[in-house]
T-cell receptor
């Protein structure tokens, strides 16, 4: 009930391409869905977050798409750059689950 | 700087040693957290402190002992660890119990 399933585990994209990472959740009480970006040797940093009252949120090249009925949300990175190479974690919280439940991460490599 | 500082960055310890991890946050937050990060696994929440009081202990073995003397400092005391405890230990803080989380850069722990 508390799980957040993330895919793919790893992703390789050419520079300028679109990177897409997907997450699915089970707990219908979840109402906050952030994405974190982690570079090697660093802690995760909040990248972008969405609440279920909207279906999409865009910040620069990063977009979250949210499908409440399917209980899925995804991160799209447009015009991917080598500097975007990092590990990305989705997460969710809400209802009685005050703490974030994290996905297992996606290691993104953007080739120059 | 992330606003959350962790020391040491790296630690190698034997199974019979006693060591402590330190975390300090400069963000004026009231909640602090310890997470364990292992390869290809979701971040695992270990402990939560809110206004210096421990509010969550996610079935963490007693060989891990947290201490929160004030809202800015958090320690994780380690003793008689096992090799499977080798991981990246992340400290985080938030304005209140919940979101969003600000992470430190972690302590890479190796138990030999």
């Amino acid at each position: 009930q508390q799980q957040v399933k993330q895919s793919p585990q790893s992703l390789i994209v050419q520079k300028g391409g679109i990177s897409i990472i997907n997450c699915a959740y089970e707990n219908t009480a979840f109402d906050y869905f952030p994405w974190y970006q982690q570079f090697p040797g660093k802690g995760p940093a909040l990248l972008i977050a969405i609440r279920p009252d909207v279906s999409e949120k865009k910040e620069g090249r990063f977009t979250i798409s949210f499908n409440k009925s399917a209980k899925q949300f995804s991160l799209h990175i447009m015009d991917s750059q080598p500097g975007d190479s990092a590990t990305y974690f989705c997460a969710a919280s809400g209802g009685s689950a005050r703490q974030l439940t994290f996905g297992s991460g996606t290691q993104l490599t953007v080739l120059p | 700087e992330t606003g959350v500082t962790q020391t040491p960055r790296h630690l190698v310890m034997g199974m019979t040693n006693k060591k402590s991890l330190k975390c300090e946050q400069h963000l004026g937050h009231n909640a602090m957290y310890w997470y364990k990060q292992s390869a290809k696994k979701p971040l695992e929440l270990m402990f939560v402190y809110n206004f210096k009081e421990q509010t969550e202990n996610n079935s963490v073995p007693s060989r891990f002992s947290p201490e929160c003397p004030n809202s800015s400092h958090l320690f994780l005391h380690l003793h008689t660890l096992q090799p499977e405890d080798s991981a990246l230990y992340l400290c985080a803080s938030s304005q209140e119990r919940g979101l969003p989380l600000h992470f430190g850069n972690g302590t890479r722990l190796t138990v030999t």
